[in-house]
């Protein structure tokens, strides 16, 4: 990394050099309406030149007419760093192949009515992106669009209204054509439109809904492209951090004389953890930072640490002991927080032909990112840079103010490409570390952590049981649904969610089936937990989803019903239902059972097997999109094969159909990896994984050769897709092996839970 790329160059020599480069002028345009600091502040060079309007940048023009979209998303492999620039470039009306995209830093500005961001909001969760973008980005590229048509208007003398524009370029009525790039400069003059431009309408898109290539994917595949583990700075220390294994522990005492002695190690600093029940916003634990010249230096330093730790108030905490308080909730069935009554459930179960019960269990689970969490920092006297992979740079710029006490508008974030977040990056503990030792050792840190310290200190996925009923009358019709949940509360000492029911992010109001049957009862149990928690990849949906959906499956078995009919009967006509949780404000239970037929029909369902294999279904709603998967599975031995996996997506307009595709992919076999393997244990009061080894990721061999994605074509208003494909897979795997063993698994992971069973 340049020297260049690591101090805030001046804006003014900036454009300077990008002048004397180019010798042209910049069209810059945005969508920041508010008044707010001069745009030209932390810009990559990409994005300078020598005319700047007072809207927050995203767009340059160059007098050569190539076009460079600034990406605002935090790229975590959701594809927003493609999808989000051809909002812009649609509306702009240019050619995709003109387009280069770079990367936007974190846009923090402070303006009369507050702090604000000039670039909208850069977060990644919730599968938001395209949501919140798809109106106001492409109102940006429709104003850089407007002003170039007027600047045309006013050179030519000719009514705006007559001009028309393709491919970069405004053409009058008589054929004369002008480029974007001769018409930039004089863009620059005209004051913004007042009101927002008309937006094109569907039939008009040239570049929405065409199969668009990952716009970084020559630089990712020649190793160009920087993740945030790849950043360094010349002066910069690389710190280790050796961090308390117990739950809520705390440090006692440290001998560093032999990690002194390692060549390179030039400091040891003690940093402490959160105070027990403090909410957990900065440091995730104690822990003791060895500082090197190198990463060898520094790991070799930290395997020579004498560490004593105290063991914390959860030190009895396990696995077993959860499950076991679990179950005990469940049974005695007191003291739950009502989280949906609909109807009168009791008075159905005792009316009832038939009633049905079954309990699952959904273990920890660690986000095991591609790339763990790394920070390079340096706290300069009035000012701070970060270079980072992140979720929340809004979160990372609130903590370094709070920590430094250098003001938000000071701080400097430039984002990197991210191997993968699946929520762990919302969180910025490790941010938090950087930041302490930064202070300590009075230089620039580059914090690295190890696989070990990624599996060993997460925010994990909640723990937890679900107890499921069903009550049938004559004809076989569900009258009656219980779900009952006993399990870790998702608000633990998360300040952000104090305000919110403690069944957040386990149990959720408006899911299937509500609003589908007369008598729901839906409640919660607090099971109490020293383990940290957080979101993970779809977070309440797939921590629920593999219950409702295997226990749909279990009641057409025990019914002799089919499990598609069934779900199709329960979803019923077409209709929207109001929906209250992420997603909504309605579920329409027509694009459900539509996925869910589309994909029965790919699968074969209904065929008769006579070759071993099992078939599995299940569908779901996540986040305003609906998805469907099966699976054709067999089992060889002790090992399972799935010769098919089918995914059947509704988002809504598709914005990049080969983006969707790889999402639907991805999260397919992220899901099906989570349910063959994978599990947090937790011992004495400390996680039990360490490595890949005891948290087997699946492999190759394991996984499906292909997975086959059909994506609904429809009119509606775009959800992201990052989540949708993930909630449905494990469920539909469970059923398809129960298909193939008539051995029905309710506790995952599936695969040491089926070879105890068979």
């Not at 709070?402 to 490790?430: H, S």
Request: one cysteine or more.
């Amino acid at each position: 990394m340049s020297a260049d790329a690591i101090t805030t160059v001046n804006a003014g020599r900036r454009r300077f050099l990008a002048i004397s480069l180019t010798a042209s002028g910049a069209l810059l345009v945005g969508m920041r309406w508010a008044h707010a600091e001069p745009a030209a502040a932390n810009l990559p060079p990409d994005l300078l030149g020598d005319e700047l309007t007072e809207l927050g940048p995203f767009l340059r023009i160059e007098r050569d007419n190539r076009i460079v979209i600034g990406a605002r998303g935090c790229e975590i492999g959701q594809g927003v760093m493609t999808s989000l620039p051809m909002l812009i470039a649609e509306e702009l009306d240019v050619d995709w192949s003109q387009v280069r995209v770079v990367q936007l830093p974190y846009g923090y500005v402070e303006t009369d009515k507050g702090p604000s961001n000039r670039y909208g909001d850069q977060g990644a969760g919730g599968s938001t992106s395209i949501t919140d973008g798809w109106k106001e980005l492409r109102q940006a590229g429709a104003t850089a669009r407007w002003l170039l048509v007027q600047a045309a208007s006013r050179d030519w003398n000719l009514p705006a209204e007559q001009l028309r524009t393709e491919s970069g370029q405004v053409i009058a009525p008589d054929g004369r054509k002008l480029t974007y790039g001769a018409l930039a400069r004089s863009a620059t003059s005209i004051a913004p439109p007042e009101q927002p431009v008309a937006l094109k309408s569907p039939e008009q898109f040239r570049i929405i809904g065409k199969p668009t290539r990952v716009a970084d994917a020559r630089a990712i595949v020649t190793g160009r492209s920087h993740f945030g583990i790849d950043e360094y700075a010349a002066d910069a220390l690389v710190a280790v951090i050796a961090r308390c294994p117990y739950l809520d522990g705390t440090l006692d005492s440290f001998d560093d004389a032999e990690t002194r002695k390692v060549a390179g190690v030039k400091d040891v600093i003690a940093i402490p953890g959160p105070k027990p029940d403090e909410p957990l916003g900065g440091v995730l634990a104690a822990g003791v930072a060895v500082l090197a010249d190198s990463t060898w230096a520094a790991l070799k330093g930290r395997e020579l640490l004498k560490v004593k730790w105290k063991q914390g108030p959860w030190a009895k905490e396990s696995t077993n002991a959860l499950a076991a308080v679990a179950n005990d909730l469940l049974d005695k069935n007191e003291g739950g927080v009502a989280v949906r009554n609909d109807g009168d459930f009791a008075k159905a179960r005792k009316q009832a032909r038939q009633v049905i019960e079954a309990r699952y269990e959904m273990p920890f689970l660690a986000h095991a990112t591609m790339e763990p969490p790394a920070a390079l920092i340096e706290i300069r006297q009035d000012s701070v840079l970060l270079v980072a992979s992140l979720q929340s740079p809004d979160g990372a710029s609130e903590l370094i103010s709070q920590l430094t006490g250098i003001a938000r508008k000071d701080i400097e974030i430039r984002m990197t490409r991210a191997g993968g977040g699946f929520g762990r990056r919302l969180k910025n503990d490790y941010v938090a570390e950087a930041v302490l030792v930064a202070k300590a050792a009075g230089k620039p840190v580059k914090l690295m952590w190890t696989r070990e310290d990624d599996l060993q200190h997460d925010f994990y996925r909640p723990f937890g049981v679900h107890a499921m009923a069903a009550t049938l009358d004559r004809k076989k019709h569900i009258t009656g649904w219980s779900h009952r949940c006993a399990a870790t509360p998702r608000n633990y000492r998360d300040a952000g969610m104090k305000s919110r029911p403690i069944y957040t992010g386990c149990l959720e109001p408006d899911d299937f089936p509500a609003g589908l049957v007369a008598n729901l009862d839906k409640t919660f149990f607090s099971v109490a937990s020293g383990m940290p928690r957080g979101w993970w990849r779809a977070p309440i949906h797939t921590f629920h989803a593999f219950a409702v959906q295997s226990f749909i499956d279990e009641v057409a078995v025990a019914t002799r019903q089919d499990a598609v009919k069934l779900r199709l009967d329960l979803l019923g006509e077409p209709r929207k239902i109001p929906y209250k949780g992420h997603g909504g404000p309605t579920f329409d239970t027509g694009r459900l059972a539509d996925v869910l037929k589309r994909c029965a029909e790919k699968i074969g369902w209904g065929a008769r097997r006579t070759d071993g294999h099992g078939i599995g279904i299940a569908c779901h709603f996540t986040f305003g999109g609906y998805a469907a998967h099966a699976f054709e599975v067999s089992i060889d031995g002790s090992d399972l094969r799935i010769h098919r996996a089918v995914c059947v997506a509704d988002v809504g307009r598709v914005v990049n159909p080969l983006g969707l595709e790889a999402q639907m992919i991805g999260g397919t076999i992220d899901a099906v990896s989570a349910a063959l393997h994978l599990a947090i244990t937790v011992k004495d009061g400390q996680v039990q994984q360490h490595n890949f080894p005891d948290y087997p990721l699946l492999r190759m061999a394991q996984a499906p050769r292909n997975v086959e994605v059909q994506i609904v074509e429809s009119t509606a208003e775009p959800s992201g897709a990052g989540e949708i494909g993930v909630p449905s897979a494990a469920p539909a795997l469970a059923n398809a092996v129960y298909a193939a063993t008539t051995v029905r698994v309710r506790k995952l992971p599936l695969m040491p839970e089926l070879m105890r069973m068979l």
